[in-house]
Antibody
Framework: EVQLVDSGGDLVQPGGSLRLSCAAS????????MDWVRQAPGKGLEWVGR??????????EYAASVKGRFSISRDHSKNTVYLQMNGLKAEDTAVYYC????????????WGQGTTVTVSS | DIQLTQSPSFLSASVADRVTITCRAS??????LVWFQQKPGEAPKLLIY???TLQSGVPLRFSGSGSGTEFTLTISSLQPEDFATYYC?????????FGGGTKVEIK
């Protein structure tokens, strides 16, 4: 079964750091693009960033709101993609989802269950 | 950045109603338009991609159309499990962007 499991969300102070994890199973992880999407409380969806597949050297793209503060990486031995978040702000408070991009169409076809990040003092 | 404007932002409908949601892009995006459904407390679910291609397993009462800057999602006969929030997303260019959402509630 294809599955993504998000974890690592927590309460963190402004300016702090946090690393989210997304554990993948049921598919060849390195062959797929992976995205992070977030949803602030009561708000809509916001794309955060993308990690391309192995064929594209796992290059990344980021939303302007997080560029320079967030970074996406992968650990192939653990079939896990990470979202490292530094310099956290109150406006980063959200549920964070990882998603797999369907091969060929690059649309988000499988999603994790989400993990909650709260930035507050 | 490409802005996506969904309308209406809220609609009240009855079971068996035909429902149409519109998504307008601030510039042409060809057919690089995706529709998701999200229920409270759940992750989004992919419904339609390439503006009109139904994702495997999605009921045939869902359909999508459009190209360029104007797109529609239609539910031909609303079912109880369809009450949810619907989002469009453009994948034409970075940053990927979503519409503001349309909440479909029971009349």
């Amino acid at each position: 079964e294809v599955q993504l499991v998000d974890s690592g969300g927590d309460l963190v102070q402004p300016g702090g750091s946090l690393r989210l994890s997304c554990a993948a199973s049921g598919f060849t992880f390195s062959d797929y693009y992976m995205d992070w999407v977030r949803q602030a409380p009561g708000k809509g969806l916001e794309w955060v960033g993308r990690s391309r597949d192995k064929a594209n050297s796992h290059t990344t793209e980021y939303a302007a709101s997080v560029k320079g503060r967030f970074s996406i990486s992968r650990d192939h031995s653990k079939n896990t993609v990470y979202l490292q978040m530094n310099g956290l702000k109150a406006e980063d408070t959200a549920v964070y989802y990882c998603a797999r991009d369907q091969m060929g169409s690059y649309v988000m076809d499988v999603w994790g269950q989400g993990t909650t990040v709260t930035v507050s003092s | 950045d490409i802005q996506l404007t969904q309308s209406p932002s809220f609609l009240s409908a009855s079971v068996a109603d035909r429902v149409t949601i519109t998504c307008r892009a601030s510039q042409g995006i060809s057919n690089y338009l995706v529709w998701f459904q999200q229920k409270p407390g759940e992750a989004p679910k992919l419904l339609i991609y390439a503006a009109s291609t139904l994702q495997s397993g999605v009921p045939l009462r869902f359909s999508g159309s459009g190209s360029g800057t104007e797109f529609t999602l239609t539910i031909s006969s609303l079912q109880p499990e369809d009450f949810a929030t619907y989002y469009c997303q453009q994948i034409n260019s970075f940053p990927l962007t979503f519409g503001g959402g349309t909440k479909v509630e029971i009349k």
